[in-house]
């Protein structure tokens, strides 16, 4: 590991009011080493690198300008907020990012109150500016006091369309509010849509670049003697420009583009909003993401999330792995059908490599569409596509789905049409921590009448799975899959559709019947190795489908054990739910059936290593072996944990 960077201007800064002691030359420079002390840190700890790298000098600027945390500065999606968390007292914990027992890699409410608002999702932090906004106009009281309320949005973020709804909302009740749209040209791929078309026109121009603040600023924010010069060079150039601003229809003042990078532009601007403001303003500041380091600048999408790195390289450290990602098999797996059938057509909102889908724009662009951070739409796009003949796979995570779900339910469901959802990041994901686990799909999925709901045990069965999706024309169908790497097990040809509502038996045995939905089944299997080891050889299967239940494997395991339990990486609800209900129905309980179902349990998870968040869900092979004793009354060793 490289060593940390000389820092000694950071050093005398533990909370930002000893930003406020600082000259502007020093806060440029207190930016370098921030900078330098980001980069560092996100090697030993990998997160989001390129966001945080674009907004230091922004940063610096909101903490020497405001009053945090009297005033709220709310960051939108949150992933950029490392250098604020160095800033504001958590420097000697920075390396402990998105760890077990460390600092979340987003703003968190428990953990600052320089976080007056949690994210890791997008587009929300105008909504929550103007609550504070309004709470403070109306008397409302908390620790911290309520000054200001400051939004930092990306303009991949904006493109939402809640971002709207509360601009919108804001210019109406006309409160002081202020949003900085942090505009870098990227979410975390390359921007989409017309709203990203429109802020490049704003600042394209070269003759508009001089008259910054003047030809394009909210002119009642200047002082006195410049509004006359600065109302003539507006009212000059206004016939020049797009006509006046999206922003300022809605009811903001609109002071922009300035240059995000450059202190001697960023400063002055703030401070001038900050003493003058009345209304909603909207500062429209342009960033680089990655900026300042160029490993990041160069990568294609800015070095949004990284492994840990070596600083001089860039180069990711990452453990080797003879498997395929769940990802990558759904990726190549689409494609080959793509390639058969011309009606297959996918859709992301602004995730397509996260997603696999990158490959597939690649080879059939025409039917790509990333719809940028709009869920809500893909999903109803998807409807009208699936309504007009198409074959569409609608390809999100599974907590970005929860954004949608109404449309699911309005768009989809109830109309019966066959749209194909890929889920990925199902279950536990690691790092990115609770905003981010796939929980409860499963259980919000699974209770729509029509609804076909599978899960993958493994990258095979995926692979059988999105085959099985590609013509199931009934209605709509919801396959999910984890985060990372497969079980490494032998991959088919080609995908075989499944039969509809049919499970697999995988061992036969006797007493005790271990029904996995989902990864699990790999330790399922370790708990069986386990079990048998003390003479209980149970029977396994996969159950593969959520909904429609396989009644007829379920019933015949319940007739023919003393024991079913079900295993799923997923919320209360869903598919034990499922398989409790069915048993009840057909009085399996009447005959003294033991049931027990393993699911996530009702709480959220802080991030950790994937293993330990499974292992503090009580999801790993060694609690299927208890649930198994505990639930045939077997004594366990007292060295075993309970």
């Given amino acids: 590991?490289?060593?940390?960077?000389?820092?000694?201007?950071?050093?005398?800064?533990?909370?930002?009011?000893?930003?406020?002691?600082?000259?502007?030359?020093?806060?440029?420079?207190?930016?370098?080493?921030?900078?330098?002390?980001?980069?560092?840190?996100?090697?030993?700890?990998?997160?989001?690198?390129?966001?945080?790298?674009?907004?230091?000098?922004?940063?610096?600027?909101?903490?020497?300008?405001?009053?945090?945390?009297?005033?709220?500065?709310?960051?939108?999606?949150?992933?950029?907020?490392?250098?604020?968390?160095?800033?504001?007292?958590?420097?000697?914990?920075?390396?402990?990012?998105?760890?077990?027992?460390?600092?979340s890699g987003f703003t968190k409410r428990s953990e600052s109150p320089y976080d007056p608002f949690g994210a890791a999702h997008s587009s929300t932090s105008i909504s929550a500016a103007l609550g504070f906004a309004v709470a403070r106009d109306l008397g409302g009281a908390c620790e911290t006091g309520l000054g200001d309320a400051i939004a930092i949005i990306g303009d991949g973020a904006m493109s939402a369309g809640m971002a709207f709804e509360a601009m919108n909302n804001a210019g109406h009740l006309k409160k002081r509010l202020i949003v900085v749209l942090n505009d870098n040209e990227m979410s975390?791929?390359?921007?989409?849509?017309?709203?990203?078309?429109?802020?490049?026109?704003?600042?394209?121009?070269?003759?508009?670049?001089?008259?910054?603040?003047?030809?394009?600023?909210?002119?009642?924010?200047?002082?006195?003697?410049?509004?006359?010069?600065?109302?003539?060079?507006?009212?000059?150039?206004?016939?020049?420009?797009?006509?006046?601003?999206?922003?300022?229809?809605?009811?903001?003042?609109?002071?922009?583009?300035?240059?995000?990078?450059?202190?001697?532009?960023?400063?002055?601007?703030?401070?001038?909003?900050?003493?003058r403001a009345s209304g909603p303003t909207l500062i429209h500041v342009c960033t680089r993401k990655g900026k300042g380091y160029g490993p990041a600048e160069t990568r294609r999408d800015g070095g949004h999330a990284t492994g840990k790195f070596d600083v001089v390289t860039g180069e990711q450290k990452k453990a080797p792995s003879n498997a395929p990602s769940y990802t990558r098999v759904f990726a190549e797996a689409l494609l080959d059908h793509a390639a058969q059938d011309p009606r297959i057509c996918a859709i992301t909102a602004a995730m397509p490599d996260g997603?696999?889908?990158?490959?597939?724009?690649?080879?059939?662009?025409?039917?790509?569409?990333?719809?940028?951070?709009?869920?809500?739409?893909?999903?109803?796009?998807?409807?009208?596509?699936?309504?007009?003949?198409?074959?569409?796979?609608?390809?999100?995570?599974?907590?970005?789905?929860?954004?949608?779900?109404?449309?699911?339910?309005?768009?989809?469901?109830?109309?019966?049409?066959?749209?194909?959802?890929?889920?990925?990041?199902?279950?536990?994901?690691?790092?990115?921590g609770p905003t981010h686990a796939g929980a409860y799909d499963i259980a919000y999925l699974a209770n729509l009448p029509g609804f076909t709901v599978m899960a993958a045990a493994d990258e095979a069965e995926l692979k059988h799975m999105v085959a099985t999706a590609a013509v199931h024309d009934s209605g709509p169908i919801a396959f999910r899959y984890p985060r990372g790497e497969g079980e490494g097990v032998e991959m088919p040809a080609q995908g075989t559709p499944l039969e509809i509502g049919k499970g697999r038996m995988i061992q036969k045995g006797g007493r005790v019947a271990l029904l996995s939905f989902g990864t699990r089944l790999g330790e399922v299997m370790k708990a069986s190795e386990a079990l048998r080891a003390r003479g209980i050889t149970p029977s396994v299967a996969d159950a593969r489908f959520a909904k429609p239940l396989d009644a007829e494997l379920i019933l015949d395991l319940a007739a023919r054990h003393e024991a079913l339990i079900t295993i799923e990486e997923g919320a209360i609800g869903g598919f034990g739910s499922h398989v409790a209900q069915l048993l009840a129905e057909n009085g399996a309980f009447d005959e003294g059936l033991r049931f027990r179902s393993m699911v996530l349990p009702d709480i959220f998870i802080d991030q950790a290593s994937p293993a330990d968040m499974y292992a503090a869900a009580r999801l790993n092979a060694v609690d299927i072996e208890a649930k198994v004793l505990d639930t045939l009354g077997i004594a366990r060793m007292s060295s075993q944990r309970a």
């Fill in 1 to 103: 590991m490289s060593e940390r960077p000389v820092t000694p201007l950071l050093d005398q800064v533990a909370t930002p009011a000893d930003i406020k002691q600082l000259s502007d030359s020093q806060l440029v420079t207190l930016a370098d080493e921030l900078r330098a002390e980001t980069i560092s840190a996100v090697s030993e700890t990998g997160g989001h690198l390129g966001a945080g790298l674009g907004v230091v000098e922004l940063t610096v600027a909101l903490h020497a300008v405001f009053d945090a945390p009297r005033d709220k500065i709310i960051w939108d999606v949150s992933h950029q907020s490392y250098p604020h968390k160095i800033l504001t007292g958590r420097r000697d914990r920075i390396r402990t990012l998105r760890q077990k027992d460390g600092l």
């Fill in 188 to 275: 975390i791929a390359p921007p989409v849509g017309a709203l990203s078309s429109y802020l490049s026109r704003l600042y394209a121009g070269e003759p508009f670049q001089e008259f910054k603040a003047a030809a394009k600023g909210a002119v009642s924010l200047l002082p006195p003697p410049f509004q006359e010069g600065a109302k003539r060079a507006r009212d000059m150039l206004k016939s020049m420009t797009v006509g006046g601003t999206l922003f300022e229809e809605l009811g903001f003042s609109y002071v922009g583009p300035i240059d995000g990078h450059d202190m001697e532009q960023l400063l002055p601007v703030l401070r001038t909003v900050q003493a």
């Fill in 355 to 432: 997603t696999g889908l990158d490959l597939f724009d690649q080879r059939y662009p025409s039917r790509c569409f990333d719809v940028g951070i709009a869920e809500q739409h893909a999903v109803t796009f998807a409807a009208g596509l699936a309504a007009a003949g198409m074959r569409p796979f609608c390809a999100l995570y599974s907590t970005f789905l929860q954004r949608g779900y109404d449309q699911v339910v309005h768009d989809v469901a109830i109309q019966r049409l066959p749209v194909r959802f890929a889920i990925d990041r199902a279950g536990l994901v690691g790092a990115d």
